[in-house]
RNA sequence: GGCGCCAUAGUCAAGCGGUCCAAGACAUCGCCCUUUCAAGGCGGUAACCUGGGUUCAAAUCCCAGUGGCGUCACCA
C-alpha cells in the first residue's frame, strides 16, 4: 500500500494548477460530425478566450469500437479547422500520455483506492436478464455490495471475473453545478452503482474521464448534455477522492430536425462530407460557432467571426440551453458571405479545380471565369455546371431566345444575331470595353433596348439561360473565333 | 414508464420584470436597379406552447398541463 501512496501522491504532484485548461476527448470513432466540430471548438474557444490550455486526449477504452485511422480523421479536422492543441498524443505534454489504453494501470489503481475508501466495490455477479429487468440490480440492491472482505478474497483468490462498482449512497440527494443549466438535483435513489472497472480491466468513460480530468488539471468540463444525468455519479466520485469539482458545461445537440440528433446513419454531413460539398472551413466554423451560442453586448448583431474573434468574444453564458437544428441553408448563405469576401486571388485558388472539371480547354482563362463565378457562388462544387457552356455549347432549344422582359422572340433575335456577327467581326479588338461599346452602340443605331440585343447574343454564345455574367464577359472569355461560331449556329436556329 | 432537462416566427436567435402591440440573420414573398439569371438596394408576411398564479407591471418570476429531448449498458 505504501508504494501506492507514493504512486498517488506523484500523479497529484505532476497536475498543473492555476490556469484554465480544458480538453477535447473524443472517441476514435471515425467520424467528426458536425456536433462534434461544435463541442471540439467551444472546448477550444474556452480554453483560448482565457488563456488557458487546450488537451487533446484519445478515448479509446472501448475496445470493440475502435476504427482504422479514426484518430487521424480527428488530427487533420483539428488542424485543418486551427484548433490547435497544446497538449496531446502527438506532442505530449506534462501529464502524458493522453490516449486512454495508456493509461490502463491508472485507473486500476484509483479504482482499489476507491475501494479501499469504501466508495467502490467489487461485484463477481454475472447479470441475468430478470436482474436487468427488474432494475434493482444496481441500485443498492447488489448483494456482491455487502461482501466481507474475507468473502471478497477468497472471490478474488479462486479467480473470479469482478467489475468495481460505485458505491452510490442510499439515502439523501446529490446535487451539481452546470455553467449552462444551473443547480440540478437528483435524488441518489434514482443512481445506479454503475461501473468503474470493467472485467476486461479497463475503466469505463464514466470513470476514466473523472480520474483524467482530475490527473490533468481540467477545470472545464466540455461535453454533450447526454452525460447531464451522470453527472451526479461524477460529483460523487469528486467527492470521495476529495477532489475538487471542475466546471460542467454540458452542451444540447445540434439536431437533424426536430427529433433526431444529426448522425451518420442518417446521412448527415461530417465536417470532411461539408468540405467535399464545397464549403470552407472558415465558413464551416463560423455557422456552427453560431449553432447554440450567440454573442452579447456589443457584438450581439455581429454574425461574421474569424476564429480569432470568436476566440476573444465568446463566453459560455452565450450558450444556449434548447438544442439547435442543423440548417444547410444558412451555412450556405455564410459560405457564400465567405467566398464574396476572398480576395479574386484567393478565390481563385479554390475555385480554380472545380473550374478546371469542367473546362479543360487551355485556352480559357480560369482567372476570368473566377472572375465571373465569385459573386454568384454560394458552394464551390456548384462551379462546374455553372460553366460548362464555356467548353462545350449546350444543345438548346431555340426558345431560349424568347424572353418577355428583354422583348424578345425569334424573329428579333434573328435581326439581332444577324446585326451582331457583322460587327463583332470587323471589332478591332477583343476586349471588354471594344465589345461592350460596339454591342451598345449597335442596339442604339438599331433603335432597340440594350437587353433586346444582349440577350439573343447570350443565349447563342452560352445555350443556356442562366449564366454567370452577362453577354459581354461570355463573349469576351470565349474569344472571337468562338463567339462568332456559336452566335453562327444561333442564327441557323432561328 | 421513472428521473432529469428544455420550450420566442419554418430555422438560428436577442430579450435576464417596465424602454416589447418583441431585435437581428437565414429562408420566403414583393418592389427597384440591371445586359438575362444571379448579385446588390428597399420593403412585406411570419413568433413569446396552454392554463393558472405573483406583481402597479411578465416573453421575462412561480406552479400545473402539454409537447420535445436526454437518460435508465462491462458504449461513449
Redesign the pocket.
Known amino acids: 500500500m505504501s508504494t501506492d501512496a507514493t504512486y498517488f501522491a506523484d500523479m497529484e504532484a505532476k497536475i498543473p494548477h492555476g490556469k484554465t485548461r480544458t480538453r477535447f ?3 476514435p ?1 471515425g467520424y467528426m460530425h458536425v456536433g462534434n466540430l461544435r463541442t471540439a471548438l467551444y472546448t477550444w474557444l474556452i480554453a483560448r478566450n482565457q488563456k488557458g490550455t487546450f488537451i487533446l486526449r484519445i ?7 475502435l476504427v482504422e485511422g479514426a484518430v487521424d480523421v480527428i488530427y487533420r479536422t483539428m488542424t485543418e479547422c486551427g484548433l490547435s492543441h497544446d497538449e496531446g498524443p502527438d506532442v505530449g505534454g506534462p501529464v502524458a500520455p493522453y490516449i ?1 489504453s495508456e493509461r490502463r494501470d491508472t485507473y486500476g489503481k484509483y479504482a482499489h483506492l476507491l475501494v479501499e475508501k469504501g466508495c467502490a466495490y467489487y ?1 463477481f ?3 441475468t436478464e430478470s436482474q ?1 429487468d427488474s ?1 434493482d440490480f ?1 441500485r443498492g440492491e447488489d448483494p456482491c455490495r455487502s461482501l466481507t472482505a474475507e468473502e471478497v478474497q477468497a472471490k478474488l483468490n479462486a479467480g473470479l ?3 468495481i462498482r460505485q458505491k452510490i449512497p442510499r439515502e439523501g440527494s446529490t446535487t451539481f453545478h452546470d455553467a449552462i ?7 441518489n435513489s ?1 443512481l ?1 452503482d ?2 468503474l472497472l ?3 480491466g ?5 470513470f ?2 473523472v480520474i483524467d480530468d482530475h490527473l490533468m488539471g481540467i477545470t472545464h468540463v466540455v461535453r ?7 453527472a451526479p455519479k461524477y460529483d460523487l466520485l469528486y467527492r470521495s477522492f476529495g477532489w475538487e469539482i471542475p466546471t460542467y458545461v454540458h452542451c ?2 445540434v ?1 437533424r430536425d ?4 444529426m448522425s451518420k446513419r442518417y446521412g448527415d454531413p461530417s465536417y470532411e462530407d461539408l468540405k467535399a460539398q464545397g464549403f470552407l472551413t472558415e465558413a464551416i466554423l463560423n455557422y456552427v460557432a ?8 456589443e457584438q ?2 455581429q ?1 461574421i467571426f474569424s476564429l480569432q474573434e470568436l476566440a476573444e468574444a465568446f463566453d459560455i ?2 450558450i ?8 444547410i ?6 459560405n ?2 465567405y467566398l ?1 469576401a476572398m480576395t479574386p486571388e484567393a478565390f481563385h485558388a479554390v475555385a480554380e479545380p472545380y473550374i478546371r472539371q469542367a473546362v479543360k480547354n487551355p485556352a480559357l482563362d480560369t482567372k476570368e471565369i473566377a472572375a465571373l463565378l465569385q ?4 458552394r464551390l462544387t456548384e462551379i462546374p455546371e455553372k460553366i460548362g457552356f464555356f467548353e462545350t455549347l449546350p444543345a438548346y432549344e431555340k426558345d431560349l431566345f424568347t ?1 418577355k ?2 422583348k424578345t422572340n425569334d424573329e428579333v433575335s434573328k435581326a439581332m444575331l444577324e446585326a451582331a456577327i457583322p460587327a463583332l467581326e470587323s471589332l478591332p479588338g477583343w476586349t ?1 470595353d471594344s ?2 461599346d460596339c ?2 452602340g449597335l442596339a442604339e443605331k438599331l433603335a432597340v ?3 433586346a ?3 439573343p ?2 443565349i447563342a454564345a452560352a445555350g443556356c ?10 463573349c469576351r472569355i470565349l474569344g472571337r473565333e468562338e463567339t462568332l461560331r456559336r452566335l453562327r449556329l444561333g442564327l441557323e436556329k432561328l
Open positions: 476527448a473524443p472517441s470513432t478515448e479509446d477504452t472501448d475496445q470493440g469500437r486512454q461485484c455477479c454475472e447479470k436487468e432494475g444496481s471475473p469482478y467489475v443549466f444551473g443547480d440540478i438535483t437528483v435524488e434514482e445506479e454503475q461501473i470493467k472485467s476486461d479497463l475503466p469505463t468513460y464514466n476514466a474521464n454533450g448534455s447526454e452525460y447531464l444525468s451522470s444540447s445537440p439536431m426536430q427529433h433526431n440528433k453560431l449553432l447554440g451560442w450567440s454573442p452579447r453586448g450581439a448583431e454574425e453564458g452565450g444556449s440551453k434548447s438544442p439547435a437544428i442543423f440548417d441553408g444558412k451555412l450556405t448563405h455564410f457564400a458571405l464574396r459573386a454568384r457562388c454560394e424572353n422582359k428583354s471588354q465589345i461592350h454591342l451598345i433596348k440594350n437587353a440585343l444582349m440577350w447574343v447570350r439561360a442562366v449564366t454567370p455574367g452577362g453577354a459581354v464577359e461570355i
